[in-house]
Every structure is written in C-alpha cells, then in structure tokens.
C-alpha cells in the first residue's frame, strides 16, 4: 500500500550508516499475535546502526530494532524481515537485502539467505493455518501445488490479492467451448468435425494454403478437431493454467500459451508442410510441461499430495493425445479428400514449455529480465520465429510443395 512504498522511499534515501538508533525502545504492539514495529522517533540520538559503513547491520542490533519500533509492514513481511536476522550465518544484515524485502523486491540472494539459514521461519507450515475459509483454503491448495519452497509459498499466501482475478485462462477455455459449440450447432457434428466440408473453410483454421493470412496462426487454437480435443485441453488448461496464472500472473503466462500456440503452428509450417493445424494443443502443451519440469526439478521440495502418481497420469495422458494425433495424420481420412491434421504442434509446445516456460516458473518474484538464462531461451525463440517466417516466405515456393487446395 502507500505506506509501505512510503517507508520504501525513505529506506533507499537513507544511507545505514547515519540512521541513529532510537532514544528509548518503546514496547511492542501486536496484531493479530504478530509483533509490529512503532515509528520512528522525532529526534534520535547520533549512535548509528553501522558505524563502519560496511552495507551490514548486527543481527542484535537489527533484532533491537524491530522489537523497539513500528513500521507499517504487513505480518508476512515482518515474519520474513526477522527470518532474515535470524538466517545469516555471519550474524549480519545486508542492508540492499532490507530495502528490497521493503520495496517488494526479493533478490535471489536473500531467498538463498531465508532457504539456508540455521533456524525455521517463526511459524509452522501453511497447512497448520487454522479457520481459514473456502478461498483462503484454494489459495494454500495452489501454493503448495505450485511452489516448491514454503517461503515462497508463504510469500504468496500472504500477499495474495483476489484482484485481478485469473482471466486469461478461463476466458481461452470460454471462448473455445463457445466457437465449438457455434460449429458442432451449425454443422450438426460433435466428433471429429474436421471431416465436415465446410468446417475447414472457417477463417480460423490454419491452412497451408492460407499462410499469408497471419492470424490464423494463432486463431487456430479456438477450433478443435472434436468434443475429445476439445475435454482434454480444457480440463488442462482449467486445472493447470488457472493455478498457474494465479500464481505466476496474466502476463507470463499469457506469454507461455502464446508462445506455446505460435511455436505450434510455426513448426507444423516446416515440418509438416502439408497438413492443417487446430486446437489448443501448442499451448496446452507448453503449460504442462513446464510444470511438469518444474516438479521434477524440484522434486524434494514440492509437497502437492500424490505427486508420483499425478505425474504419471498426466504423462499417460499426454502421450494418448499425442497418439490419437499421430494416428489421424497417418492414418487414411475417413472421406478420401479429408484432412489430415499434424501432431508436431504438440511436441512443439512441449519444447517451449520445457525451455521458456521452466525459466518463466522457476523465477518466481524474480523479474525476468535480470536473468541470464531468460535472455538465452528469448534469443533461441525470436531465431525460431524468424527463421520460421522466412520459411513461410520463400520455401514453399523453392521446393515445389503439392499442398492440398484451400477450401
């Protein structure tokens, strides 16, 4: 809130080591059966906190002052501030530390410092978290589904906000069921609608003989070959995505589905040369298995219920969408003239979600842009977008590909 950006201004204005400390500790307040800091005095005495203007505070010196004063921090920001004091090995503070936990900014160092300290943060587990109601207990549900480290899921639960709600993957899960709903109403079939002659005239298919018109490889993704496709993909996307997005936010993963649909679309232009592209498979694809790296990475650390044999299930699944799409492109179209969509969108989702979407998770309250490895997956994915671009340009027309008619 507005204080805490307060206190976050006057901390970086201020240099550790000409801030006195307080004339007289005042006693602790509580809320709630947290201790909160008390303001600062008017007029404190010259003696400072760091007299050698080292960057670091004494662990009892910064223990003092946070049970003599009051800031107007929230519970889960002071809980961390005094795991920060208890953590360090040296029995120091680093005061860039301080200010970044103030301006809700968590260095990577500082999570290492809380991860790796001597002592336990002051309280038990989330899932000790006594009267909590309905939302309150799905928020602690998704972040022990989602993050490995309890001070991160902590972190999240604390300063969860039901506003803005997760929209984006519950808004793509609507509007596909609708333009499947639109068309099995229209053409009067539910299965495989790909074999109707007036299904693939939409103008959101992707046809190879329609690769000038850019939107349909993305637009692709509302259609789906059937109610199975159509089951699949939103069942993922409603359990994975929205946990996901709750916790990651609209905008990054907004960016892995995406990017996941894009890839898709762009890899079947090059490798499948002939064959048409639906559903949501791309991002779907890209979503899961970025989370499903993220479990295995940090295997130890994640503590959703059954974890072994969800994984299993969900590889099991994937693998029977996989095969269902691999035996509707080889296998003969029930009309002669029918298409024969490709399986490579999914396998390329599957690479976007273990390359980009494991750095998107794994950075969580990191900003992207400071990590090294973002920038390596971002340059390897605007090569590929180019390379894929020029392709679509100029190699259809230097191989001499038979692509089918357009509709």
Partial sequence: GGKEVGVAKELEDWDPGSLPLPSRPGPVRRSGGRPTLRPWPAAPPPQQLDPENTGFIGADTFAGLVHSHELPLDPAKLDMLVALAQSNERGQVCYQELVDLISSKRSSSFKRAIANGQRALPRDGLLDEPGLGVYKRFVRYVAY??????????????????????????????????????????????????????????????????????????????????????????????????????????????????????????????????????????????????????????????????????????????????????????????????????????????????????????????????????????LAYGTFLLFAIFWNIFAYDLLGAHIPPPP
């Fill in 145 to 378: 589904e989602i993050l490995p480290c309890e001070v991160d899921r902590r972190w999240y639960f604390y300063r969860h906000r039901s506003c803005p709600p997760p929209v984006f993957m519950a808004s793509v899960t609507l509007a596909q069921i609708i333009v499947f709903l639109c068309y099995g109403a229209r053409l009067n079939k539910w299965v495989l609608q790909t074999y109707h002659p007036e299904y693939m005239k939409s103008p959101l298919v992707y046809h190879p003989g329609y690769r000038a018109r850019a939107w349909r490889f993305l637009t692709y993704m509302f259609m789906h070959v059937g109610l199975e496709q159509l089951g699949f993909n939103a069942l993922l996307q409603l359990m994975i995505g929205v946990p996901l997005e709750m916790v990651h936010g609209l905008l990054r993963i907004s960016l892995l589905y995406l990017a996941g649909v894009l890839a898709g679309s762009l890899t079947v232009s090059i490798t499948d040369m002939r064959a048409p592209v639906v559903g949501g498979s791309g991002g779907v694809y890209a979503l899961c298995s970025a989370h499903l790296a993220n479990v295995v990475m940090n295997w130890a650390g994640m503590r959703c219920p059954y974890k072994l044999l969800r994984m299993v299930l969900a590889l099991v699944c994937m693998s029977s969408e996989v095969g269902r799409a691999v035996w509707l492109r080889f296998s003969p179209p029930l009309p002669a003239s029918g298409p024969q969509p490709s399986f490579m969108a999914h396998l390329a989702g599957a690479v976007v979600g273990v390359s980009m979407g494991l750095t998107i998770l794994r950075s969580y309250e990191e900003r992207l842009q400071d990590q090294c490895g973002w920038w390596v997956v971002l």
